[in-house]
């Protein structure tokens, strides 16, 4: 055993610091120091500008040795709005994310329970300005802890519904479409021979990424007001909940081929708009939905809304986060792996 290991980088080195938290077992990747400038008068111009500059961030972070094929991270900024208390984008194996739930509940809990946004009460509130507009965030306080985050979401809504399309390797497939942060195909697997937990992890990534495929090869995703939403995230699989007392399963496999292991707070945004646009769920009405691990989150619809001329919901999403850990990472620049691998 080496007694009092000490190790500083050279000051070449590029020095990142990381906060670990998990929302329901999907990790989150905070990174709190070391970062240069991010420029930009918008999230979207934030991101884009770090994804221009320093992409190899990303990589590093996300990708192993340092992360793994299933790492999600965020970068915080200061607000873009007046009003706005931080604001963030996200970062995964594939890019980047319009906007993300977990990640929202496990930075509620952080900035309120540690104090680096000063609220009082017994509930507090944060308003965050994400790639995909303003969410806000509701943070109940027992004993100076957070225990539990709820926030409202960006408008959410129906985009294709009750569609089909032909998946090589696969047959054909039934899908609707919904944005609840993000584009998602949501597929009941009960026509797909799929298992909802870790015995069909493979094959879920495989379909996963078949599906979003093919979907993207024949149907055009447009959000009409942030082209830069345009694009379909993920593929979300739904089936029966493992415990009775829960409303459904989800699965997510977004970005290249990345699962989430929580329910996914865009992702069930996404299925509260198709529900209620049925009928399947009330104004008001709360339903829980499992993970692939059995962890869950709720929704609800908590307003009825209008984006442009479509007709849209306001979802509110609650769960609860952890802290896991903290990291110092180093780059060196003379590492030919430095910018990371991925392997999927």
Avoid at 150 to 159: A, E, G, T
Wanted: aromatic fraction near 12%.
């Amino acid at each position: 055993m080496i007694h009092k290991l000490k190790f500083n980088p050279p000051e070449s080195w590029q020095v990142i610091h990381t906060l670990e938290m998990h929302t329901g077992g999907e990790p989150l990747r905070i990174i709190t120091d070391g970062l240069p400038e991010i420029k930009g008068n918008t999230i979207l111009e934030k991101q884009k500008y770090f994804k221009d500059k320093y992409d190899f961030i990303r990589k590093g972070l996300m990708w192993e040795p340092r992360g793994h094929a299933d790492m999600y991270g965020a970068v915080l900024t200061e607000p873009v709005t007046p009003d706005g208390d931080f604001g963030v984008f996200f970062l995964h194996n594939e890019g980047y994310s319009t906007m993300c739930g977990h990640a929202i509940i496990a930075l509620t809990k952080l900035f309120i329970q540690t104090g680096i946004v000063h609220k009082k009460g017994k509930e507090q509130e944060l308003k965050i300005d994400t790639p995909s507009g303003r969410v806000v965030s509701f943070a109940d306080i027992e004993n100076k802890e957070v225990t539990n985050v709820r926030f409202r979401n960006v408008p959410s809504f129906v985009y294709l519904d009750e569609k089909e399309v032909v998946v090589p390797g696969i047959g054909k497939v039934s899908f609707s479409a919904a944005f609840g942060g993000a584009f998602y195909a949501l597929c009941d697997v009960r026509h797909l021979d799929l298992n909802m937990d870790s015995t069909d992890y493979e094959k879920l990534i495989d379909y996963g990424k078949r599906i979003k495929k093919a979907v993207n090869g024949n149907f055009n995703v447009r959000h009409s007001q942030y082209p830069d939403l345009s694009f379909l995230y993920g593929v979300i699989f739904i089936g029966d909940p493992y415990d009775y007392r829960n409303h459904s399963r989800n699965v997510c496999i977004f970005a290249d081929g990345e699962v989430d292991r929580s329910a996914t707070g865009t992702g069930i945004s996404a299925r509260a708009a198709l529900l209620y646009a049925k009928g399947d769920i009330s104004l008001g009405e709360k339903i829980t939905i499992e993970s692939i691990l059995g962890t869950t989150m709720q929704v609800k619809v908590v307003e009825e809304t209008k984006l442009g001329v479509k007709d849209a919901i306001i979802p509110e999403v609650s769960g609860s986060a952890w802290f896991t850990g903290r990291n110092e990472y180093w780059f060196d620049p003379d590492d030919p792996l430095k910018e990371g691998f991925i392997f999927r």
